[in-house]
């Protein structure tokens, strides 16, 4: 009977050591972010001193992704995984991880094979792509929903130009000031359509860009507003609001620059914090042209269609009085 167990004790041992060990390893994610993927690979009981006694071979289902042969010191491709690579002198230490470039990266179940002359043993790896949001859903709504309050609010601007003022405006400056607002708007509904929720990319780069930057013409439409209005003019108040909006435009554009470098939007307070001043100036500009506007009297008729009527019933009295 002992016998009998220690051979079989002998027979564990010696089919435990023809393997080699590779470390389960968890399902690896990658993103938007990753300029490079690692797919790791581990093997726990390598006892080779010279890459000859070691052979390696990634696959991706059927499909080779990268081949090494120590003796040969040679690592060969899949037609699909040109950017495939990993640290030959790491394969000594048991580390055979592969790196691919995010281009390469195909979600899957790859295959990690190693040989040590007569060992061998393989591992698979699951890689999974996980969506990163560039902006929170929150910060999506905020970005576009202060310039496009800042635009209502120049129409708002404009109605009490056009109504209040329009015995003194010419009919040049409206239409100009109609045109250049109709433009800013149609900008920014585009930028706000290339700009929908998602990950970091070219078209929303751009979406953001169309939102921001063309919110400096506000700047010129409040300040043309200002100047229109007769009884404004460049005040006290006038000026303290286009700083105020200045200093809204430069931050908002501070921060697209920040953001636009990163994959997700660290610095989108500062960007949505100069969105927000400049919907706030409009705002102000908006109530302030208003109060002036209400407190303003009635434009006077010309002197002359006064005087005449006057004259009559002076010159009527006078009669009168002879009789």
């Given at each position: 009977?002992?016998?009998?167990?220690?051979?079989?004790?002998?027979?564990?041992?010696?089919?435990?050591?023809?393997?080699?060990?590779l470390?389960?390893?968890?399902?690896?994610?990658?993103?938007?972010?990753?300029?490079?993927v690692?797919?790791?690979?581990?093997?726990?009981?390598?006892?080779?001193?010279?890459?000859?006694?070691?052979y390696?071979?990634?696959?991706?289902?059927?499909?080779?992704?990268?081949?090494?042969?120590?003796?040969?010191?040679?690592?060969?491709?899949?037609?699909?995984?040109?950017?495939?690579?990993?640290?030959?002198?790491?394969?000594?230490?048991?580390?055979?991880?592969?790196?691919?470039?995010?281009s390469?990266?195909?979600?899957?179940?790859?295959?990690?094979?190693?040989?040590?002359?007569?060992?061998?043993g393989?591992?698979?790896?699951?890689?999974?792509?996980?969506?990163?949001?560039?902006?929170?859903?929150n910060e999506?709504?905020?970005?576009?929903?202060?310039?496009?309050?800042?635009?209502?609010?120049?129409?708002?601007?404009?109605g009490?130009?056009?109504?209040?003022?329009?015995?003194?405006?010419?009919?040049?400056?409206?239409?100009?000031?109609?045109?250049?607002?109709?433009?800013?708007?149609?900008?920014?509904?585009?930028?706000?359509?290339?700009?929908?929720?998602?990950?970091?990319?070219?078209?929303?780069?751009?979406?953001?860009?169309?939102?921001?930057?063309?919110?400096?013409?506000?700047?010129?439409?409040q300040?043309?507003?200002?100047?229109?209005?007769?009884?404004?003019?460049?005040?006290?108040?006038?000026?303290?609001?286009?700083?105020?909006?200045?200093?809204?435009?430069?931050?908002?554009?501070?921060?697209?620059?920040?953001?636009?470098?990163?994959?997700?939007?660290?610095?989108?307070?500062?960007?949505?914090?100069?969105?927000?001043?400049?919907?706030?100036?409009?705002?102000?500009?908006?109530?302030?042209?208003?109060?002036i506007?209400?407190?303003?009297?009635?434009?006077?008729?010309?002197?002359?269609?006064?005087?005449?009527?006057?004259?009559?019933?002076?010159?009527?009295?006078?009669?009168?009085?002879?009789?």
């Amino acid at each position: 009977m002992w016998p009998l167990v220690v051979l079989l004790l002998l027979a564990s041992a010696s089919c435990g050591s023809a393997q080699l060990i590779l470390n389960k390893t968890k399902p690896v994610e990658y993103t938007n972010c990753n300029k490079t993927v690692v797919i790791p690979c581990f093997v726990s009981n390598v006892e080779a001193t010279t890459l000859d006694d070691l052979y390696l071979n990634w696959k991706f289902g059927n499909e080779n992704v990268l081949t090494f042969v120590g003796s040969q010191r040679t690592s060969t491709t899949g037609n699909n995984f040109s950017s495939a690579s990993i640290v030959p002198e790491a394969l000594l230490e048991g580390t055979a991880s592969l790196k691919l470039d995010k281009s390469d990266a195909v979600p899957g179940n790859y295959t990690c094979e190693v040989t040590e002359l007569s060992r061998e043993g393989e591992a698979i790896i699951e890689l999974k792509y996980r969506v990163v949001n560039w902006f929170s859903p929150n910060e999506n709504i905020l970005i576009i929903i202060f310039p496009m309050l800042a635009i209502l609010l120049f129409w708002g601007q404009f109605g009490v130009v056009t109504l209040k003022y329009n015995s003194s405006v010419t009919k040049e400056k409206t239409i100009l000031l109609f045109v250049v607002g109709l433009v800013l708007t149609i900008v920014t509904i585009v930028g706000a359509i290339l700009f929908i929720p998602g990950e970091h990319s070219t078209a929303r780069s751009s979406g953001l860009g169309l939102i921001v930057v063309p919110t400096v013409i506000l700047i010129l439409l409040q300040y043309a507003a200002f100047m229109i209005a007769p009884a404004i003019g460049m005040s006290f108040f006038s000026i303290a609001i286009l700083i105020l909006q200045v200093l809204g435009f430069v931050l908002s554009v501070v921060g697209l620059r920040l953001c636009i470098l990163e994959c997700v939007a660290l610095h989108s307070p500062l960007l949505i914090s100069g969105l927000g001043i400049i919907a706030l100036a409009e705002l102000l500009g908006l109530v302030y042209m208003k109060f002036i506007a209400s407190n303003q009297r009635t434009i006077q008729p010309p002197r002359k269609a006064v005087e005449e009527p006057l004259n009559e019933f002076k010159e009527s009295k006078g009669m009168m009085n002879d009789e």
